[in-house]
């Protein structure tokens, strides 16, 4: 009865990399510019400002009915919040579309970590199993050992 145990395991694997710090190095200045621009316009910061700077512009247009400069109907609020619309819509796209890209690169990134947590669990496993193996050996070499012991013994049963 000899004892085996599997050999050691080794870790063949390059280290986990922080996805988001390797896909922020790779971002141009541009996307860097868009990504700020869809933050700020996705805040209450940026919907409480323009909605005050509709107010006052609305305000002051009403107010000054002689020397307003866009009267009612406000076409020229209109056309600002349109063209604003038009350049906002394909900047947050884009961020939106990296973030896409990032997801996609993370999720491989989640499933290769995953991969290597399966092969070190099962070396684990396997080497639990070995052990529970060599404790049943090792349970019954002493057993034996301690059946002769008693047989020898004065005064011993049997």
Known sequence: ??????????????????????????????????????????????????????????VLNIVGSIHSWDPYPFILMNLLLSTQAAYAAPVIMMSQNRQAARDRIEAHSDFEVNEKTEAEVRAILDHLAAQDRALGILHTMITDLQEKLDARLPGAPG
Request: proline share 7%.
């Open 1 to 58: 009865m000899s004892l085996q145990f599997p050999s050691p395991f080794k870790h063949r694997h390059p280290p986990v990399l922080d996805v988001n710090a390797v896909f922020d190095r790779r971002l141009t200045v541009g996307q860097r510019v868009a990504d700020a621009v869809a933050n700020a316009m996705g805040s209450w910061t940026f919907i409480v400002t323009q909605s005050a700077l509709l107010a006052v512009w609305i």
